[in-house]
């Protein structure tokens, strides 16, 4: 079936760090969808990409959706603790929907 | 607004017994989706619903489970008999989009069940 794999599971950086989640697809999607899941709590939409090879920033946070519109990436720049969570994608290929399985970051200061 | 209401928030319960969530969509939005949480599975799309109607149901685990979705602003999940594996989060979402572009999901706090 569908698939869309998100690695890696778990990052731990240093303050300061950057950090990066990539989602792969096993098939082409119409778009795709940013969640982040702070701990004991639910997901909360960060973004949409829709175009081929579309780039969006949010202050720190860069995502990117590829020219084959089968993978995606979030990069936070210099993490802060805030942005410690579980970062998912959210793919659709029609009206098929599937999340990545997330990557949880943590932060130390 | 208020956002997507769901309860209860906590649900324990014995095997065997039967569970119902509810979902208040937020009022406006014409798709409804229900979800679950496990560590060892991540976030699973158990069935959605577009204008109260089921559109993917592929994802409900079993007989057990059932969903309805009696109007636009009201949905429930009911689990019969329920088995400790069970035993997850689950979250109700609603969104303003359509089938091919739903966009973004509005997610509730979650219903937390434990089935002992």
């Known amino acids: 079936g569908q698939q869309v794999m998100q690695i890696p599971q778990y990052q731990h950086v240093q303050e300061g760090e950057d950090f990066t989640t990539y989602c792969n697809s096993s098939t082409t999607l119409s778009n795709i969808q940013w969640y982040k899941q702070r701990p004991g709590g639910h997901p909360v939409f960060l973004i949409q990409?829709?175009?081929?090879?579309e780039v969006k920033k949010q202050k720190r946070l860069t995502f990117q959706f590829g020219e084959a519109k089968k993978n995606s990436s979030l990069h936070i720049t210099a993490t802060q603790t805030t942005d410690v969570g579980t970062y998912f994608c959210?793919?659709?290929?029609?009206?098929?929907?599937?999340f990545g399985k997330g990557t949880t970051l943590s932060v130390s200061s | 607004d208020a956002g997507v209401i769901q309860s209860p928030r906590h649900e324990v319960t014995e095997m065997g017994q039967e569970v119902t969530l509810r979902c208040k969509p937020i009022?406006?939005?014409?798709?409804l989706f229900w979800y679950r949480q496990t560590m060892m599975r991540g976030l699973e799309l158990l069935i959605y619903f577009n204008n109260n109607v089921p559109i993917d149901d592929s994802g409900m685990p079993e007989d057990r489970f059932s969903a309805k979705m009696p109007n636009a602003s009201f949905s429930t999940l009911k689990i019969q008999p329920s088995e400790p594996r069970d035993s997850a989060v689950y979250f109700c979402?609603?969104?303003?989009?359509?089938?091919?572009?739903?966009?973004?999901?509005?997610f509730g706090e979650g219903s937390r069940l434990t089935v002992l």
């Open positions: 009022s406006g939005h014409n798709s």
């Open positions: 990409l829709v175009k081929s090879g």
């Open positions: 979402a609603s969104t303003p989009g359509g089938r091919m572009n739903t966009g973004e999901l509005f």
């Open positions: 959210d793919g659709q290929a029609g009206t098929a929907l599937i």
